[in-house]
């Protein structure tokens, strides 16, 4: 167990829809980094949060968006969705903004499967 | 960025050491080389990380090679567990604008019972 959690694990929906993953991260983590896996993009980095800030982005598309609370859990919102966007979102969490240090180390959740039909 | 090169997949058999090569031939003085893996239906964890010399923790050891372009995962006893996708991920310690990781496509590892 990471103690990163993700919410929901399993979500199904359809095409033009808006749905909203939801991460918490490890305990005093500051850091939320969002990233998607599909079949034929493999693990791709989308958008990272620190301490309530965006701090980097990825390929995240326009329809995206994500955003960190004061409490430091982290919502990444999709809209419009489309059948490629279907497809597993992880969240990961670390202590830090960023670097290659031990404590840089990047916890991931079990991730949210998303299915648009 | 620089890139790593692994191979797509490799097999072991059970109670076996393995060696993981990943190739970095641009890695620059400041890249640190992660190792992460991600065990079936399950999100990426992180196995072991080094700069230069080699490491060891209770997952797996690094061995790093002296010009930095290359380095090897050694699982030194291959449990079905340890079945999973290696990657091999180069992360700059300088402290930039953020710190993605940086995904390839790794290699699958099976193992045999």
């Known amino acids: 167990d990471s103690g990163v959690t993700q919410t929901p694990k399993h979500l199904i929906t359809a095409t033009g829809q808006r749905v909203t993953l939801r991460c918490s991260p490890r305990?005093?983590?500051?850091?939320v980094y969002w990233y998607q896996q599909s079949l034929d993009q493999g693990l791709q980095f989308l958008i990272q949060?620190?301490?309530?800030?965006?701090?980097a982005k990825g390929n995240i598309l326009e329809r995206f968006s994500a955003q960190q609370f004061p409490d430091l859990h982290s919502e990444l919102n999709l809209s419009s969705l489309e059948l490629g966007d279907s497809a597993l979102y992880f969240c990961?969490?670390?202590?830090?903004?960023?670097?290659?240090?031990?404590?840089?180390?990047?916890?991931f959740g079990p991730g949210t499967r998303l299915t648009v039909l | 960025d620089a890139k790593t090169t692994q191979p797509n997949s490799m097999e072991s058999n059970e109670e076996e050491p393995v060696h993981l090569p990943c190739n970095h031939s641009?890695?620059?003085?400041?890249?640190?080389i992660h190792w992460y893996r991600q065990l079936p239906s399950q999100g990426p964890e992180y196995v072991i990380h080094?700069?230069?010399s080699n490491v060891n923790n209770r997952m797996a050891s690094l061995a790093i090679a002296e010009d930095r372009k290359s380095s090897t995962l050694i699982l030194h006893r291959a449990t079905l567990r340890d079945a999973a996708v290696y990657y091999c991920i180069l992360r700059d310690k300088k402290k930039s604008s953020g710190d993605k990781l940086t995904f390839g496509t790794g290699t699958r590892l099976a193992v045999r019972p």
């Open positions: 641009t890695i620059s003085g400041t890249d640190y």
């Open positions: 990961a969490s670390s202590a830090s903004r960023g670097g290659g240090r031990i404590e840089d180390t990047q916890y």
């Open positions: 080094g700069l230069t």
């Open positions: 949060y620190y301490n309530g800030e965006e701090r």
């Open positions: 305990s005093g983590d500051l850091s």
